[in-house]
């Protein structure tokens, strides 16, 4: 008489304790290889996660160069006015305006408004109301820009020169 081997006995062969609703074991090589997998699948979900989050190229937008302004009321006759975070000084006389860049024609710093006229702080050349260079190193006159009226405002346009002299009535 032939008897079954035990449950657990050390003849009984492993694939038979298993039960048929048990996963089949994944053999060693096949588990390597899926490691492998996942190794390389997750180095580049984390590479394309860290490349998405590097910095971006810092390109600000800039200030149109055509902007409106409201001249001050009590703005004296000749005087400069210079409208915050531009570079042109506006001048109202006689019922006209016109603007004058504040960028020196040397090296392009931006020159200050003085009783006289402009001085730049860069190399020392100085310019009149007009715009006219008084004092080397500048090579030429300060330039005009185009100015035109809209109702009570002035729209100035940066980019825009116009001939010296040339004044807009308000
Ligand atoms: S940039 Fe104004 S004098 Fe040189």
Redesign the pocket.
């Given at each position: 008489m032939t008897t079954a081997p035990e449950h657990g006995s050390p003849e009984t062969p492993a694939s038979a304790l298993r039960s048929r609703l048990d996963p089949e074991p994944v053999p060693r090589r096949d588990f390597l290889g899926l490691a492998a997998l996942w190794a390389s699948a997750s180095t580049v979900l984390f590479a394309t996660l860290g490349i998405a989050r590097l910095p971006k190229a810092a390109v600000l937008s800039s200030p149109s160069r055509k902007f409106k302004v409201t001249l001050p009321e009590a703005l004296p006759a000749g005087e400069a006015f210079v409208p915050p975070g531009r570079s042109v000084a506006l001048f109202k006389e006689a019922g006209e305006v016109w603007a004058v860049s504040t960028v020196?024609t040397?090296?392009?710093?931006i020159?200050k408004s003085s009783a006289t006229g402009f001085d730049?702080p860069?190399?020392?050349?100085g310019f009149a109301k007009d715009g006219s260079v008084t004092r080397g190193?500048?090579p030429t006159a300060l330039k005009w820009v185009k100015v035109s009226a809209a109702g009570g405002d002035v729209i100035v346009d940066e980019g825009e020169s116009v001939p010296l002299g040339t004044k807009v009535s308000v």
């Open positions: 020196c040397h090296l392009g710093c020159v730049c860069c190399h020392g050349s190193p500048a």
